[in-house]
């Protein structure tokens, strides 16, 4: 288990973190979500002991991360894929870290094979690798000492869409072991599909934290009619906001069933009506996110 408890980290003045709290559990993978600059990476390294909070605390596995005897064992950690020293190999850095762990030298030929490294890949320096290969190789790094938590920084990056799909299966066999996944991506869709919990921070600060479902019942409700007018007026006489979607439909703040009563009541027939689906959970993270994004549409600015 993971739990960061109240966790603030101020720089020079400048709140980076800001009394962030959550848990990740075993056999679930927990996706942590926000845009670059919302203090994602800063909060793992406190978890890792590399960055110390200016106040609140972390714990791995029942403990400080710098009070396990043997880390790498315990909790796997990529935090930065082009961390690693250029000019050895893929095979001696993995060496050096299973001999730095003390496992047994076939381990490292089994983790080449696990994140689909060849021989040939493995005996190159690491300077001469794409980000997806770093990426790669940093995962087996992570992995080497068969660990009880895994802890990746934005693991997704540099790798193609069949990378991607491939680390996803991996961290679902991983967590489906019992393992604890905590997962962090500032692009919702890299990891919607593979995590049970999100937590999804904005300028430092916790905004939204659950599981799937009970954020996409957050999301609202996706809803329709031949008179669109008259639903959407239905709907904000009854205190629900909508607007109207890229589709044409509504996308309305209220759950499905409040939305098919007010329709009912008012006399309007539904085409359409159900839950929000992943473009819904979308939207409510760049709600929840906006004051985080770089790059943002203003009213009155060109298009």
Known sequence: MI??????????????????SFTARPGRVTGFLGPNGAGKSTTM?????????????????????ADLPNPGREVGVLLDASAQ?????????????????GLRSERVEEMLARVSLTGKEADRRVRGYSLGMRQRLGIATALLGDPDV????????????????WMRDLLREYADQGGTVLL??????????VADDLVVIGNGRIVAQGTKAELLAGAGTVCAAA???ALASALSGAGI???????????????????GRVAHAAG???TELRAADGAGLEEMFLQLTAESQRDRIHEGAAA
């Open 3 to 20: 739990t960061a408890d109240h966790l603030t980290k101020s720089y020079r003045g400048v709140t980076a973190v800001d009394d962030v």
């Open 45 to 65: 390294r406190i978890l890792v002991g590399l960055t110390p909070p200016t106040s609140g605390s972390a714990e791995v596995l029942g403990g400080r991360y």
């Open 85 to 101: 020293h250029a000019g050895r190999t893929g095979r001696e850095i993995l060496t050096v870290a299973a001999r730095t762990m």
């Open 150 to 165: 895994l802890i990746l920084d934005e693991p997704a990056n540099g790798l193609d869409p069949a990378g991607i799909r």
């Open 184 to 193: 962090s991506s500032h692009l919702l869709h890299e990891i919607e599909v």
């Open 227 to 229: 008179d669109t007018r």
């Open 241 to 259: 906001t909508s607007k109207v979607s890229g589709s044409g439909a509504l996308h309305a703040d209220a759950e499905a069933a409040e939305v």
């Open 268 to 270: 309007v027939p539904l």
